[in-house]
Every structure is written in C-alpha cells, then in structure tokens.
C-alpha cells in the first residue's frame, strides 16, 4: 500500500506577510485590566460563561546570566468581545487566576505555551486544564513550522498581525502598565481566540 505523505502547505514570510493590511486590534474600550480581588471575581463571572478563551502571560525579561525568572506578571485571557490583563501581585487576584486556569469545561487557546504552563505551575500552584497550543492544530493540518500569532492572522485572516517590539521586551513586573503593555498583551490573547474560533475548533 503506497503511503502519501500529508499535504504540506506553505507558511507566508515575513516579507509577503508585510504586504497585508492590518489586522483590526482591541482597543483600550473593550481592555479590562484586572489588579485587586473584587476586579478579579467580576472577571471571573463575565470569563466563565465562555467556552474558549484566547490565553497569553507576560514575564518581565530577565537580562543577566542565570537570572530566573519570578513570572509570569500578567495573565491575559479573551473572548471575541473583549479581553481581560491580570497583573499578579495582589494575593487576591493570583488565587483567581488559579481558579480560572484550573476552570474545567474552557478551552485555553495560545501560541507557544510551553513555558506559560510551567511557569502558571510555579506561581499559582495550579496545573492549567483544557490548555491548546495552536502551533499544533496547524502542524496536524500539514503547515510544517510553528506558525505563531503572526503566520497563523496571515493564513487564515490574510491580515498582518501587529506586535511592538518595546513592549515585548518592557517590565510587565511594574506596579502600573502603560496603556501600550495592555493593549500588546490583551491582543496576543484576542488574536488566539479570533484563530481558534477561524479554524473551527
């Protein structure tokens, strides 16, 4: 019996992915950022109605030789609506966190997880549930590498997801975000979502 192998379709560069108009971002209006308890539980109540939520952390870089990492700072979650960005020093607020990424029943959809969940594991003492990583999907799908956020808006919206170097690289550990870090981490979120949803998961 002869064996094809599976369809391999090509990912879009970096220079054809230029090319494409703008994917349309959340804007501030429809960004919830989430610091105190109470903040956390009216989340919590709006989040749990969903079925599947776009899922992202934030860690604040770390520059030197050896220096581990105490992150993740912020916890991003999304429906199609509008996104939610936990900053994680309140106890409060951290222990909803863990409630929601223990929350059976929800799919927690993202790019390149490996190290949220693990560092999810470390910070709120919880294993996360239902958690997909979309490089896979796309992978079983016959697109050989990682697509990540930007290749998977490519193919499947032909739009150019936007992400700002500065603020990748910015202490999502300070006290106060800017209205940039929000913006950035509630649209990595959303963007997973919108795949999620695109691909008919």
Not at 48 to 76: C, I, M, N, Y
Not at 88 to 117: I, N, S, T
Not at 151 to 163: C, D, E, H, M, P
Request: proline fraction near 6%; hydrophobic fraction near 40%.
């Amino acid at each position: 019996m002869q064996h094809h192998p599976r369809e391999q379709h090509p990912t879009p560069d970096k220079d054809a992915i230029a090319l494409l108009p703008e994917f349309s971002r959340l804007g501030l209006d429809r960004i919830t950022l989430v610091s105190t308890g109470p903040q956390a539980l009216a989340a919590l109540e709006e989040l749990r109605s969903a079925r599947a939520w776009g899922f992202d952390t934030e860690s604040k870089p770390t520059f030197k030789v050896g220096e581990l990492s105490d992150g993740p700072h912020v916890l991003q979650l999304s429906t199609p609506q509008r996104a939610w960005v936990f900053q994680l020093h309140d106890p409060e607020c951290r222990a909803v966190a863990a409630q929601l990424m223990a929350l059976p029943g929800v799919v927690k959809a993202g790019f390149g997880l490996g190290d949220d969940r693990k560092r999810i594991l470390h910070k709120l003492g919880v294993e996360p549930v239902g958690v997909l990583e979309l490089n896979h999907v796309f992978r079983e799908r016959g697109y050989r590498k990682d697509m990540g956020v930007k290749g998977a808006v490519a193919v499947l919206f032909n739009q150019r997801f936007i992400k700002s170097k500065k603020a990748a690289t910015s202490n999502w550990a300070a006290p106060r975000l800017t209205e940039g870090q929000l913006v950035y981490a509630a649209n990595d979120a959303y963007a997973a979502i919108r795949v999620y949803d695109a691909l008919g998961l």
